[in-house]
T-cell receptor, first 112, second 110 residues
Framework: GEDVEQSLFLSVREGDSSVINCTYT??????LYWYKQEPGAGLQLLTY?????DMKQDQRLTVLLNKKDKHLSLRIADTQTGDSAIYFC????????????FGKGTSLLVTP | NAGVTQTPKFRVLKTGQSMTLLCAQD?????MYWYRQDPGMGLRLIHY???????AKGEVPDGYNVSRLKKQNFLLGLESAAPSQTSVYFC?????????FGQGTRLTVV
């Protein structure tokens, strides 16, 4: 599919907020997702947002969706060293069950 | 509560050999998927299934075949492995919006 774009790296200090940005491609995508992958592990769903919403908050996570610009962001408040991982943005692919088109991932490094 | 289990976890193949990767889920999910993950490429969809007995092609299906004879299992086959198929393979399943991923199979083709 077409590319879902993410910045490749982000480094933050422990306790700061992290913001990971994503630009997706398909304006008809029904759901947009954020997944987390730790080294050597599978993907863990962090949160997802329905396309008719513009914000979703879940504890330390805030997702913002700008459908006009096809821009999705994930904000992690009070970032901890355990948040260091790769974060993937993904969009649902129409007419394929709930298959996903992933970005290349943003590697988040949290330093003490 | 196993979730999604992939077998094997690691495998080294010689060029031209064949193998089957097994994915099993115990959540009674209708939808199952196979992705591959390559460095700097994110995950790309190989094949997917929307129910027992059905399969469909994803973004990168060439060189792979799949079968979904039982609802809980989704098999990914490589008939004649090539070095370009060296990758980490992830299986996932979902009922609706939330997909659960296995731990991955690291395949090296030499």
């Amino acid at each position: 599919g077409e590319d879902v774009e993410q910045s490749l790296f982000l480094s933050v200090r422990e306790g700061d907020s992290s913001v990971i940005n994503c630009t997706y491609t398909d304006s008809s995508s029904t759901y947009l997702y954020w997944y987390k992958q730790e080294p050597g592990a599978g993907l863990q769903l962090l949160t997802y947002i329905f396309s008719n919403m513009d914000m979703k908050q879940d504890q330390r996570l805030t997702v913002l969706l700008n459908k006009k610009d096809k821009h999705l962001s994930l904000r992690i408040a009070d970032t901890q060293t355990g948040d260091s991982a790769i974060y993937f943005c993904a969009e649902s692919i129409g007419n394929s069950g709930y298959a996903l088109n992933f970005g290349k991932g943003t590697s988040l490094l949290v330093t003490p | 509560n196993a979730g999604v289990t992939q077998t094997p976890k690691f495998r080294v193949l010689k060029t031209g050999q064949s193998m089957t990767l097994l994915c099993a889920q115990d959540m009674n999910h209708e939808y199952m998927y196979w992705y591959r993950q390559d460095p700097g490429m994110g995950l790309r969809l190989i094949h997917y299934s929307v129910g027992e007995g059905t399969t469909a092609k994803g973004e990168v299906p060439d060189g792979y075949n799949v079968s979904r004879l039982k609802k809980q299992n989704f098999l990914l086959g490589l008939e004649s492995a090539a070095p370009s198929q060296t990758s980490v393979y992830f299986c996932a399943s979902s009922r609706y919006t939330e997909a659960f991923f296995g731990q991955g199979t690291r395949l090296t083709v030499v």
